[in-house]
Nanobody
Framework: QVQLVESGGGLVQAGDSLRLSCAAS????????MGWFRQAPGKEREFVAS????????SYADSVKGRFTISRDNALNTVYLQMNGLKPEDTAKYYC????????????WGQGTQVTVSS
């Protein structure tokens, strides 16, 4: 079992920055693939960024590439999503997820944290 708790969301203006945190328990973030996803009202959940357990390889959606950075702190067992240059279209509920590498993909999810970007 993995428990994930996100924090750091809020209401900001376009161009501002936010850092989301995802605190994990039950497994170390360095032993699983971790990802950030988001879901805007009326839209499907979409991939934002991920970091692999091995070598910490990162991957980003085209819409956030160059603005968002995913990272992890193994000592704190926490994954972060640094979001710079926020745009109104980034408004969504952001979720972190864990892939325990069992072949079934991301099957552990946090409760989400709301990010609202005003223009």
């Amino acid at each position: 079992q993995v428990q994930l708790v996100e924090s750091g969301g809020g209401l900001v203006q376009a161009g501002d920055s936010l850092r989301l945190s995802c605190a994990a328990s039950g497994r170390t973030v360095s032993s699983v693939d971790m990802g950030w996803f988001r879901q805007a009202p009326g839209k499907e959940r979409e991939f934002v960024a991920s970091i692999t357990w091995s070598f910490g390889r990162t991957s980003y959606a085209d819409s956030v590439k160059g603005r968002f950075t995913i990272s992890r702190d193994n000592a704190l067992n926490t994954v972060y999503l640094q979001m710079n240059g926020l745009k109104p279209e980034d408004t969504a509920k952001y979720y972190c997820a864990a892939d325990l590498l069992t072949g079934s993909g991301y099957n552990y999810w946090g409760q989400g944290t709301q990010v609202t970007v005003s223009s």
